[in-house]
């Protein structure tokens, strides 16, 4: 699972977007590790989220995540 955290923190450093959906994360780990489940993929982002490396922005009708610290994603 460690793998995959690197790789989701990779890609949301990386991102021109400072929140992005679950689907763009799960693609950008697949492209590093093909045979990921969506399963394993929620459990290490569920897990950063845990470690508040990560946070959830609601949008009302959907989830993002963003990586804490960068652009907009904490309320003020």
């Not at 021109?16 to 492209?31: L, N, Q």
Request: aromatic letters at 10%; glycine letters at 6%; proline letters at 1%.
């Amino acid at each position: 699972m460690e793998d995959i955290k690197k790789a989701i923190l990779e890609f949301a450093e990386t991102s021109k977007k400072t929140k992005f959906y679950f689907k763009d994360m799960e693609k950008a780990v697949r492209k590093v590790y093909p045979d990921t489940k969506a399963r394993e993929v929620k459990k290490a982002a569920t897990a950063l989220v845990t470690e508040e490396v990560l946070i959830y922005f609601s949008t009302g009708s959907s989830t993002m995540y963003g990586l804490k610290g960068r652009g907009q994603t904490e309320d003020h």
